[in-house]
């Protein structure tokens, strides 16, 4: 309920009456507590998505015409991203914002649980990542193709010289998981030439593995486009790995109840564009 109250701009007591002027129209309890919590009814599932189609409904009805220029737009877009994402493509996007729409926010998450629901229930307007199963229901849309690299830090001895396989395995790794694992990809290839790495530390993100491996002789995989953004920055370059890293899908994904509505169509658009854009070297 707090929740709830907080996404429409409500006090607690306030959305507590207007629960209760929904049960008297209905004639259903809509919540029922559950341990600490509260649960829909069947009747509030059932009714679910047709009281969210009435919603989008109205508010086009209400709002702004739909031909309207992204400088009518008032909005506030959830967009659920990693890091890396961030860094390569968030300044363009708020730049781009600020100039064609100047009264939408836009709100960065962080990966968690990728799950549907966030999509399907408006808590997330747009995922921008690699995508895993997402079900037939969500809209995925590929806006960019990415390679993975290793780097090291500027100035540590990983960076002269020659990369070898043997020199490569035998090196300090920092792997990149958000769950933590020290295993991945690359150590089946090691396996194959009768190798194995030891991984010193694991981080949650792309930019974490840049600022350690700045500071220590280790080495990490990051995106390309990561590493053509923050490199100079943070103090760490590439070195050539002495096998493919392999290459990944970047995507947008998106629930279709946002398919026609102008503003989230424009962000869209304009996420999939800039995701275009030949790098800046």
Same mark, same amino acid.
């Given at each position: 309920?707090?929740?709830?109250?907080?996404?429409?701009?409500?006090? +607690?007591? *306030?959305? &507590?009456?207007? %629960?209760?002027?929904?049960? $008297?129209?209905?004639? /259903?309890?809509?919540?029922? #507590?559950? @341990?600490?919590?509260?649960?829909?009814?069947?009747?509030?599932?059932?009714?679910?998505?047709?009281?969210?189609?009435?919603?989008?409904?109205?508010?086009?009805?209400?709002?702004?015409?739909?031909?309207?220029?992204?400088?009518?737009?008032?909005?506030?877009?959830?967009?659920?991203?990693?890091?890396?994402?961030?860094?390569?493509?968030?300044?363009?996007?708020?730049?781009?914002?600020? +100039?064609? *729409?100047? &009264?939408?926010? %836009?709100?960065?998450?962080? $990966?968690?649980?990728? /799950?549907?629901?966030?999509? #399907?229930? @408006?808590?997330?307007?747009?995922?921008?990542?690699?995508?895993?199963?997402?079900?037939?229901?969500?809209?995925?849309?590929?806006?960019?193709?990415?390679?993975?690299?290793?780097?090291?830090?500027?100035?540590?001895?990983?960076?002269?010289?020659?990369?070898?396989?043997?020199?490569?395995?035998?090196?300090?790794?920092?792997?990149?998981?958000?769950?933590?694992?020290?295993?991945?990809?690359?150590? *089946?290839?090691?396996?194959?030439?009768?190798?194995?790495?030891?991984?010193?530390?694991?981080?949650?993100?792309?930019?974490?593995?840049?600022?350690?491996?700045?500071?220590?002789?280790?080495?990490?995989?990051?995106?390309?486009?990561?590493?053509?953004?923050?490199?100079?920055?943070?103090?760490?370059?590439?070195?050539?790995?002495?096998?493919?890293?392999?290459?990944?899908?970047?995507?947008?994904?998106?629930?279709?109840?946002?398919?026609?509505?102008?503003?989230?169509?424009?962000?869209?658009?304009?996420?999939?564009?800039? *995701?275009?854009?030949?790098?800046?070297?």
């Amino acid at each position: 309920m707090a929740k709830a109250a907080q996404r429409m701009n409500l006090s +607690a007591p *306030a959305m &507590s009456r207007t %629960l209760t002027r929904i049960r $008297e129209a209905i004639g /259903d309890p809509v919540f029922v #507590r559950a @341990g600490r919590g509260l649960v829909p009814t069947p009747r509030a599932l059932a009714m679910r998505e047709r009281v969210r189609a009435l919603v989008q409904e109205a508010e086009a009805l209400l709002g702004p015409d739909a031909a309207s220029h992204p400088s009518t737009f008032e909005r506030v877009f959830t967009i659920r991203v990693n890091d890396g994402v961030v860094a390569t493509l968030g300044g363009d996007l708020v730049r781009r914002a600020r +100039a064609e *729409a100047p &009264s939408c926010v %836009l709100r960065f998450v962080a $990966e968690g649980d990728e /799950d549907v629901a966030a999509l #399907r229930e @408006g808590l997330v307007d747009i995922d921008i990542g690699v995508q895993g199963p997402l079900g037939p229901e969500v809209r995925v849309q590929t806006i960019a193709e990415d390679a993975y690299v290793a780097i090291v830090g500027a100035k540590s001895p990983l960076a002269r010289g020659r990369m070898t396989l043997e020199r490569f395995a035998h090196a300090d790794h920092v792997s990149v998981s958000r769950r933590g694992r020290t295993r991945g990809p690359i150590d *089946a290839q090691l396996e194959k030439a009768g190798l194995s790495r030891r991984v010193v530390a694991t981080v949650p993100n792309l930019l974490a593995a840049a600022a350690l491996v700045s500071q220590i002789d280790a080495i990490a995989l990051v995106a390309e486009s990561v590493l053509r953004k923050v490199g100079t920055t943070m103090g760490v370059r590439r070195v050539q790995a002495p096998f493919p890293l392999g290459k990944v899908i970047v995507a947008q994904a998106w629930h279709p109840r946002f398919d026609h509505d102008p503003a989230h169509a424009w962000l869209r658009r304009t996420v999939k564009e800039l *995701a275009a854009q030949k790098p800046k070297r």
